[in-house]
Every structure is written in C-alpha cells, then in structure tokens.
C-alpha cells in the first residue's frame, strides 16, 4: 500500500484518519489499510506543546488529519491535527500592529520576565529589560500571577510563535528625555537629596538623579554648608546609558566660568586696542 503514497496524499491536504495508538509523544492514525502516520504532540495544538493525545482522540476515533510530510522509501507519514484550525499566531499578527497597546492577564513571572496572556490564548513575553525604565526587579517582585496590565507590542513574529511585549514603553522615559536635551558639557540646576563621604546624590528632574563626586565639591572654591534641599548649578560631566548614571560636576562649571572671564576679558582688551589704533590713525 505504500507504492505511489506520496502521490496519492500531496502535502498539505487534509483527510480522514481512524486513531490506532495513543502514545506519551502523539498518536497514530490510519489513513487508508495499511498506512498510518503520526500526528506529533507538537502538531495537536497551536498553544498547548505538551497535550496528552488522550485528552483530544480516543482509539478508534475518525479525525481529519493534515498530510505534513511524507517518505515513501522510510514508510513515514507525519500528519497534523492543529493546522486544520486558524493560527492564533498568524490571527494575531493580522489583527495587531507593533506600538500598539494590548492588555491581559500575567500567566507566569520567570527570572527573565512575565508571560502574558493575549487573545487566542497565546502568550506574550515581557523581557526583565523592558519592565521598568528605573529598578526591573522591585517591579518584577510587585507583580502577581492572573493580574491584569498592560502592555505594548514591540514585535510580532509569527513564524516563531513570538511576541515580545513592553510595560516601560508605556510611560515616558525621564531619563532618556533629561539626556536629550542635556548633553555632556550642559550647564544644569540640581537638588541636594542626601550625601555621604563618597557622592552627593542630587535631584535634577522629576525622576531624574545624578550625583556629584564629594572629591569634586571639596576641590571647587564653594564656601556654601553642604545641606538637603540645597540649590546648586553644576556641569553634566559625564553620562552612563547603561547604568543610567549622570555624572555631575562643580569643578567643571567654575572652569566653564574662569575661560568664560577670560574669554570676555581678552575681547575687551581688543576692543581698547581697536579703539588706541583709531584714534592714532
């Protein structure tokens, strides 16, 4: 019966199958006298990899089968029962688009982030990265399973049964926007919150903090008490995106300051050069 199998059943078409055995990895089904093939436990479900075969056929059920794969000479036939159904996969992709903003329920936090739940019953991963601009782990652990956020598609890959979703993307990065428009070298207002022997942690807007060096501030000829909630200007000396560090200096604003005298100094001087030389002339 297997001479000419490959003809007789082209992939990708379906056909009616009696289920013969049930095992832990699939079940097999009849699709003619003689000719079984296996439907794998991969291909019974689009969302559930690990379904008992037992909890879908019983023996001696009649299905319809998909033909995925066919070796006349090896006597194996591969058969699919999900690819009969839509692909929540594909059904997704089609009625969704990247930036948009879906909701649902958490299915399970991992040490690398949380699985959420999408329509179709597939699951969507929001990576440990894209949870929170700030602290990843205190809103990790705030989390609980079955609640209900929100989120934003970042990609779609169907193929791949993947979706990757983001909770940061939602709010805006104070960061990223103080970084944007305050680049190395800028001058800044800052905060004093509090200071150790170390570093003076400074506010400098709202959700946005940097520090300056105690050794900076000991070196810079301020004569102010160092306190809370004091008030200074100071240079943005260097920025860490990775950390999410802003380096902050009081040295670097009195240099700006000295080579700007000195600068305004050396114009004036031109300025009376200039003027000796006319009234020579």
Same mark, same amino acid.
């Given at each position: 019966p297997w001479v000419g199998i490959e003809d007789k059943f082209p992939l990708n078409t379906s056909v009616m $199958?009696?289920?013969?055995?049930?095992t832990d990895y699939g079940f097999f089904a009849e699709i003619e006298s003689g000719?079984? !093939?296996?439907? @794998? /436990?991969?291909?019974?479900?689009?969302?559930?990899?690990?379904?008992?075969?037992?909890?879908?056929?019983?023996?001696?059920?009649h299905v319809e089968v998909m033909i995925l794969e066919v070796d006349e000479e090896k006597r194996r036939i591969s058969l699919g029962l999900k690819q %009969?159904?839509? &692909?929540?996969? *594909?059904?997704?992709?089609?009625?969704?688009?990247?930036?948009?903003?879906?909701s649902g329920a958490i299915k399970s936090i991992t040490d690398f982030g949380v699985f959420i739940e999408l329509d179709g019953g597939i699951d969507g991963l929001v990576h440990s990265s894209d949870i929170s601009w700030d602290d990843n782990e205190d809103v990790l652990r705030s989390l609980t399973k079955s609640e209900v956020i929100e989120a934003l598609v970042l990609s779609i890959e169907p193929e791949r049964e993947r979706i990757s979703l983001g909770i940061k993307q939602l709010i805006s990065d104070s960061f990223g926007d103080f970084i944007q428009s305050n680049k190395k070298g800028s001058r800044v207002d800052a905060k004093v919150i509090d200071f150790n022997d170390d570093r003076i942690n400074l #506010? #400098? $807007?709202? !959700?946005? @903090? !940097?520090? %300056?060096? *105690?050794?900076?501030? #000991?070196?810079?000829?301020? &004569?102010? /008490?160092?306190?809370?909630? #004091?008030?200074?200007?100071?240079?943005? $000396?260097?920025?860490?995106?990775?950390?999410?560090?802003?380096i902050l200096?009081?040295?670097? %604003?009195?240099?700006q300051?000295?080579?700007? $005298?000195? *600068?305004? &100094?050396?114009?004036?001087?031109?300025?009376i050069e200039d003027a000796t030389k006319s009234n020579i002339g």
């Open positions: $199958a009696q289920v013969t055995n049930l000719v079984e !093939g296996l439907v @794998h /436990v991969s291909e019974i479900n689009w969302t559930n990899k690990n379904i008992h075969p037992s909890k879908v056929v019983d023996l001696k059920d %009969l159904t839509e &692909n929540p996969w *594909q059904v997704f992709a089609h009625t969704h688009k990247e930036g948009q903003k879906v #506010l #400098l $807007a709202e !959700g946005v @903090h !940097g520090y %300056l060096p *105690q050794k900076d501030f #000991l070196n810079s000829a301020s &004569n102010v /008490v160092l306190e809370e909630n #004091l008030e200074m200007e100071v240079v943005v $000396a260097n920025i860490n995106k990775k950390d999410r560090e802003i200096s009081l040295r670097a %604003l009195e240099k300051e000295e080579k700007s $005298a000195l *600068q305004d &100094n050396a114009e004036k001087n031109r300025e």
